[in-house]
């Protein structure tokens, strides 16, 4: 089957990417055909204004890609900007796609909002025509499955209608219909409770040292009512239990239990949470050292894998120019 799924570089990868990223190896490892690409088009749809970052966030992600086993002689590893092609076909998806599709996404009038509090005016082109151009990175490749988030949901809905209306429009039988191949997304909670993310500075990244998780779980909030080491503790209000039930799910039981009698203490159980999280990202460690010192490479890697995508791209253009008309 042919996969497709993007990452738009923004900030650090952490562990809550981590199920998103086992999917996408695990595709590879299974023997599809799989593009995977960063993509930094729709990062500037809201970040248009913090481009110094962007070059760091695109090597950071490739690497974190590496490191989490993506393999780039099983898998088409690429950059959107270098692949102009999903421009083109966006532009020509432009044409007949409604504006008001576009402003019914789901999403859409909830994040302007939610951005503009945050002092961010997404009230751009740009930023109501980020499914369109979705779209096309998708359809480009033909792809048939295309795994994410639950989040990304109303994006697939809103591409296999543009696929439909292309095919109907110039009669034709060209972009198959893309389905969404879903993670199961363990809802992942950063070190302070909320969510976890990078503005909330609350998150474990994917190339955290041993240290550094030891650190995190450390500050990890533990059952309030717990004060001395003979308290019974209250799993069900422990963030530390709730990553146990993601990473421990074998030895939860007995964690449950020692915490209620006091078996246990907070100080133990955060040390045993860590020693598991650094044996999930130990082959992580171990696979990224190997590209140290080596941007050079990395480099090479993503100009190469832009090329295949980009023969692929070409091929799909050339029957789409065919098929609307164009001289
Ligand atoms: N919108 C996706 C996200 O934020 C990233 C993305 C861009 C993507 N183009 C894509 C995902 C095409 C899948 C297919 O996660």
């Not at 650090?12 to 799989?34: M, P, T």
């Amino acid at each position: 089957m042919r996969i497709l799924s993007g990452m738009r570089p923004t900030g650090q990868l952490h562990i809550g990417h981590l199920s998103v990223l086992e999917n996408w190896v695990r595709l590879q490892e299974e023997g599809n055909e799989c593009y995977y690409f960063i993509s930094d088009w729709h990062a500037l749809t809201t970040h248009y204004d913090e481009t110094e970052s962007l070059k760091g966030h695109i090597q950071e992600m490739l690497l974190d890609w590496l490191a989490a086993g993506l393999d780039p002689d099983k898998s088409v590893l690429f950059l959107q900007s270098w692949v102009k092609e999903h421009a083109e076909l966006h532009l020509l998806f432009s044409m007949f796609t409604p504006v008001s599709w576009l402003e019914r996404v789901p999403t859409y009038k909830d994040q302007i909002r939610q951005l503009g509090e945050e002092g961010k005016d997404v009230a751009t082109y740009g930023f109501l025509g980020y499914p369109l151009l979705m779209s096309a990175d998708i359809l480009i490749y033909r792809a048939e499955g295309v795994p994410v988030g639950e989040d990304q949901l109303p994006h697939l809905e809103f591409c296999r209608e543009v696929a439909r209306r292309f095919n109907y429009l110039y009669r034709v039988n060209l972009f198959p219909e893309p389905q969404a191949l879903l993670a199961r997304v363990p809802s992942l909670p950063g070190i302070d409770g909320r969510k976890m993310s990078k503005s909330y500075g609350n998150v474990i990244p994917l190339s955290a040292s041993p240290e550094e998780v030891e650190e995190k779980v450390r500050m990890m909030v533990t059952d309030p009512a717990r004060i001395r080491r003979s308290d019974p503790g209250h799993p069900e209000v422990c963030l530390v239990y709730t990553y146990h039930k993601i990473y421990n799910p074998q030895d939860l039981g007995e964690i449950e239990e020692s915490c209620r009698k006091a078996l246990i203490g907070c100080v133990d159980c955060k040390k045993r949470l860590a020693d598991r999280l650094n044996r999930v990202l130990d082959p992580l460690r171990e696979r990224r050292s190997r590209w140290k010192d080596r941007g050079e490479e990395l480099r090479e890697l993503l100009v190469a894998g832009s090329q295949k995508a980009r023969k692929e791209a070409a091929l799909t253009m050339e029957r789409v120019r065919e098929a609307m008309g164009l001289f």
